[in-house]
């Protein structure tokens, strides 16, 4: 078991060290000297059975700090250490009964005392399993699921792991227990994009988001904020789903919905900048990148005053499908076959990359009434001038519904690799019309560019 100490006086470190390798030599004690590098090591070298604050930490408030630990690990113990009047004054009274198990030792420190609250401690983490936390797991048994998904539920009925090495994984979430958003983005702070189910959970949960996202979407009145915050969350269980399953009715269905809720939320608002302006791009990743595609798309259909249902569906079904195979997310940094940051991922990773359009083209004919999509979507990376892949094809072999698409796409994947200010806006449409500007591009370019600076 491991035990965390938070303390900025080093020579306290070395008394803790003592007294814990005379009375407890099983328990491996960390030191850290402020609630930042604390929170580093209770998110990535856990789990700890033990979390001691000093109260007389001078940067921090030790109260303070306790609930940030709290808020991001979960229920747990916490021992305050230090003199009386320190603790007196600045450890809260409601944060110290708020676990049965939270403890004070004093200082100067009483050897007899100090074993008995470690003790107690130690024996709520066995209760718990903590050191049975961290297991050896074969890769084959569990499957990644995108960190974004936590956000949809406070509690899952199942355990959920973060991998530590290839073969180690550490149960972060316990099965029916709730948990915080907080923690979540503690992980995802530090660029951890995938959290791991087994795979019959990992299919349930996608099932149980489903159902989320569909009642989200057909709830008469919601807020932009809310119907963005479903459509992302959407286009991301899309992907997944599709990745490790497969095209299913329930995935047809909520591609649908997302394609309808698009145009009517577009028609409900007098602009459609003022639409656009609104849908969070924070992340650019696939999720994202698919839903202001199709927000794109559809202002680019309605500046053009095309009313067909059928390019309105095939359209949005692009923007969904586009990056599916893709299964590493940091390849959105990549603008083309000939990118020289192309070479820097996996050989394996390449070859994703350059057959994602066909692959993503083939999934696309498994859907029932979207003539066509699989075309646009196979030339998602085809330039005017014949340089894009993987087909080589120039302007005049493209169709106006191709076209449109690209622009979109294109627009919104330099948007995320670039900037996202204003400025950032005008400049790639700017750069957009020295490639673009020439046969079936140019009207949608034109649409694309009022949408944008308007």
């Known amino acids: 078991m491991k035990a965390l100490y938070i303390c900025d006086n080093k020579e306290e470190w070395t008394t803790l060290n003592r007294l814990f390798a005379g009375n407890f030599p099983k328990v491996e004690l960390i030191c850290c000297l402020n609630g930042n590098d604390a929170l580093d090591h209770l998110s990535y070298e856990g789990p700890f059975a033990i979390v001691m604050i000093e109260a007389s930490i001078r940067e921090e408030n030790p109260t303070t700090l306790g609930h940030k630990i709290l808020e991001t690990v979960g229920e747990r113990p916490i021992i305050f250490m230090g003199s009386e009047v320190h603790i007196k004054d600045r450890v809260d009274n409601d944060l110290y009964n708020g676990h049965p198990i939270n403890g004070i030792i004093y200082t100067p420190y009483d050897v007899e005392n100090f074993k008995s609250v470690i003790s107690s401690t130690l024996e709520w983490a066995k209760k718990e399993e903590f050191e049975e936390s961290i297991e050896e797991i074969d890769r084959e048994e569990l499957l990644p699921m995108r960190i974004r998904n ?20 550490i149960k972060i979430i316990k099965r029916n227990q709730p948990y915080t958003h907080a923690k979540i983005q503690t992980y995802a702070k530090k660029n951890i994009k995938n959290l791991y189910l087994g795979k019959n959970d990992f299919i349930k949960m996608l099932e149980d988001g489903i159902e989320k996202v569909t009642a989200g979407l057909s709830q008469k009145g919601a807020s932009l904020k809310a119907i963005f915050g479903n459509q992302i969350r959407g286009a991301l269980i899309i992907q997944q789903y599709i990745r490790a399953i497969g095209v299913s009715d329930d ?14 939320t577009i028609r409900r608002h007098e602009t459609i900048s003022e ?30 005053g095309w009313k067909s249902d059928l ?50 083209a083939e999934i696309a004919r498994q859907f029932q009434g979207y003539s066509e999509a699989d075309f646009i979507i196979a030339q ?18 493209m169709t106006a519904h191709s076209c449109a698409f690209i622009l979109a796409s294109t627009y919104v994947s330099r948007l995320a690799i670039t900037g996202k200010s204003e ?14 500007n020439i046969g079936n591009f140019k009207e949608p370019l034109s649409a694309l560019e009022k949408t944008v600076r308007t």
């Open 423 to 436: 400025a950032d806006k005008i400049r790639i449409i700017e750069q957009l019309k020295v490639d673009y």
């Open 311 to 360: 390019s309105r569906k095939k359209l949005g079904l692009a923007s969904l499908l586009q990056d599916t195979t893709l299964s590493n997310e940091d390849l959105i940094k990549v603008t083309g076959a000939d990118d020289p940051n192309l070479q820097m991922f996996t050989r394996e990773e390449q070859d994703e990359y350059l057959a994602h359009p066909i692959q993503a």
């Open 275 to 304: 639409v656009v302006g609104q849908i969070p791009f924070k992340n650019g990743d696939f999720a994202e990148q698919a839903i202001l595609t199709s927000y794109y798309c559809e202002a680019i259909l309605h500046n053009l």
């Open 380 to 397: 998602q990376h085809e330039k005017p001038n014949g340089t894009g892949f993987p087909f080589g094809v120039t302007a005049n072999k």
């Open 150 to 169: 936590f956000y949809m539920f406070k509690v899952v009925p199942y355990d959920v792991y973060l991998e530590l090495t290839q073969t180690k994984f």
């Open 251 to 264: 995935i047809q269905a909520l591609c649908s919905l997302i394609i309808d809720t698009t145009d009517k």
